[in-house]
């Protein structure tokens, strides 16, 4: 797969970069492109000759003329410093677990390139050049998920991207697995060799969990809408009261997100005819509380962002070359808390929302607190309606899901361990916070797929109770039911849900091609400003 001529770019010069960068290269929606000024060029090229002076001089830079880690205190003299980039790259192929998707890595490749490109790591434009290739002829190289303690940086999984940039290891090309060297040769590239301080460059960084934390923001920041949405099919399928939205209700707790999640949900309930003051006095808390559960995202989104793209702007590698006032600062700047922190806080406000649509699940199915729909929301009639049994199991399927995603918010970082010879003797695990909430994302999801085919459900059994036709729900919320049923019709008699669920988790995960195209098949359209 070659990348369209006509995408727009995403330039590496030095500026800053956003999340929604990393994720549009990620889902080749962009490409890749190398800044063109000749003064950029020149900066990062000073930093590779700076490094080779302090050779040439006899100077000590670590990882350069001494070993790595805790042979840090091991010269390694002019002669064999040329042979130290391909043993690091080497020995750190270790990797272990399902490798990385392809999504993934080539988010794991932006990121890197963003951080070399600050031009503080001591690499030349060529190796710059190469890791554009890669992402321009969408050669990917298989890296294992498994392995990395976040400090120093992730080690392991990108020595894979350092080995395939040499022609070793292997690659993804046009959906087949292959030897990294044939990829580079069928795209016309040619094995690079790294400089003394490349594969330090390459691998000591956080470029793997920052990748992850760009496309878990924004699938998180995705799901917000989407709960918002259940929560207002479920206020119309419960004949819930619309008041608990009121605009002058949150004026009084002003938290910006919160007043935005409530502010959907009044908007959606108001395009539906669904007007203040309707059904009980005072719904379950699952209702009656959504925009609190959901605006906690809302409103940490803001502080995620800050945290990673500072990080995917950082020079986050050891040691910093600063070739400019001829320094070399060794520090730690591969530690990767901040992402860690920002992933263990995500995992939270993410498996609270599927929380949140579990519990209106459970509200909808029960006869007890569902205001009159049918136990387990089914749509049998007839002689044999008795035999049916609904939504039953998609409420236990809900629940499962969630219990797995609750199971998972403990914070990864708490859990630092002590590793090589206890240099590496605290860590900040970031990458497996990152992996845990995709893993979150993943079944939240998930769930959200049960609960919007049981809102669907119950808003037109709603429907048909009063005497209307599912068309005559009108708004947003009459979309997303008209958008639910081409993926999966009412249940009015009992069948196998697993094909419906998978289609309505595939359309909600690629929200440009189904749930947020153009005109009335936008389910998830922003709320009128009316």
Known sequence: MTANPVSPTVAFDGGRLHIEDVVRLAERKAVARLGADAGFRARIEKGADFIDAVIASEGVVYGVTTGYGENVSVPISRNLAALLPAKLVRYHGAGLGDPFSETETRAILAARLASLARGY????????????????????????????????????????????????????????????????????????????????????????????????????EWLTRVCTRITSLAVLALDGNAGHFAAGLFAVKPFAGMGMAAGRIRDDLARAGHGSNTGALQDRYSIRCAPHVIGVLEDSLPWYRDFLECELNSSNDNPIIDAERGVVHHGGHFYGGHICMAM?????AVANLADLVDRQIALLVDPKVNAGLPANLSGANGPEAATDHGLKALQITASACTAEALKLCIPASIFSRST????QDKVSLGTIAARDCRRILELAEQVAACGLLAAAQGAELRLRAEGRAPDSLQGPAGETLAWVRRHSALVESDRALEGDLRALIAGLRERDAGLAGSGPADPMREPSQS
Do not use: W
Request: proline share 6%; glycine share 8%; net charge negative.
């Open 121 to 220: 790591s001591g690499v030349s434009f060529a190796l710059l050049e190469g890791l554009q290739s890669l992402l321009e002829k969408d050669i990917l190289p298989i890296i294992p998920e498994e392995g990395s303690v976040g400090a120093s940086g992730d080690l392991t999984p990108l020595s894979y991207v350092a080995a395939v940039l040499c022609g070793d290891r292997e690659a993804r090309q046009r959906g087949e697995t292959v030897p990294a060297s044939q990829a580079l040769r069928a795209a016309g590239l040619k094995p690079y060799t790294l400089r003394p301080k490349e594969a330090l460059a390459l691998m000591n960084g956080t470029a793997v969990m920052t990748a992850l934390a760009c496309l878990n923001f924004s699938r998180a």
């Open 344 to 348: 263990d806080a995500m995992k939270t």
């Open 420 to 423: 090589e010879s206890h240099n």
